[in-house]
């Protein structure tokens, strides 16, 4: 498997085109990367991806919240992490969303520091800014899912956020917390397949895990959404690839992720947790998936390889049995407290 690290793009790769048409192949049409039965004539789906929000302050009501692995994310936030993501970059990234065009937002994960019941319910405030639940989705990562909880659902005041919508006949998951994954949104002729891989770990361990069931599930999604010709669409928090990360800052199951994905296939998938823009590419059934994540929504950027950046994607139908999906990259600036495009691509 080849990967691309930052700056980088999966081949064949030919850069953002000047007058903003997408990437085409030697007869002059659109490339695809999948084909798949769609009807034509549907518009395009701008879809915007933010990630890794941080936009939570870590005060908790008591010694008993920290009397865990949170006290060293506390201290982690105490020492860095408050000075790095910035309230007002997230601002000036709400203010830049009309801009992007994007009818749907999709978030995967890491909207708090270390999980406390006050930044879910603070991290709440900051998902009604960015949109109603309808056009906005999201998956849990793993600051999210901190330490374990006593509440029985945790991400409670998310969960219109991560509410399955036009799901009938698939089997998505049901119940609270964990139990909720993956999660099917329509949108169109795309659907954005939601998988959880936020789980307490020991100190030190930034892990992720998608576990058995709920791969069980996600394959019999693809499975049945590939048969109609949807673009998939799915939102994962850690990378189902290595993207530069530490043993002890991977995906857990990550080969067996890869595998049902080579089984089924998928059209694009989106991931967090690196804070760092990064393309790849898995291999599929048909022909490789797009693998890209994004760096924090709130990063001032003192590392400008981490400073806060969004995609958006637009997804169309290049002809039939075929889509086409290009990126814009829409980046903060320090100098400015603005967001602007910083050019693109096709996948």
Known sequence: MKSWGVGQRPEPYEGPKANGGTRRDGRGEPAVYHSNLVSNGSPPLLLAHLSDLH???VAPSGLRELANKRVLGWLSWRRRRRFEHLDFVLEALIADLPASGASHVAVTGDLTHVGLP???AEAAGWLARIGPPERVSLVPGNHDAYAPSRAADPWAPWRAYMESQGADGLDVGTGAGEA???FVRRLGHAALIGVSSARPTAPLLATGRVGAAQRERLESILRKLGDEGVCRVVLIHHPPVRAG??????LDDAGALRALLARTGAELVLHGHTHRSHFDALPGP???IPVVGVPSSSSV???EARRARY???RIEHAGPRRFSVSYEVRGFDPATRRFASEGGGAL
């Open 245 to 250: 990360q530490s043993r002890r800052r991977q």
């Open 286 to 288: 048909h022909a490789p």
């Open 180 to 182: 909720r994954f993956p």
């Open 311 to 313: 995609h958006v994607y």
């Open 118 to 120: 006050s930044e879910i």
């Open 301 to 303: 950027g003192a590392k």
């Open 55 to 57: 936009a939570t302050a």
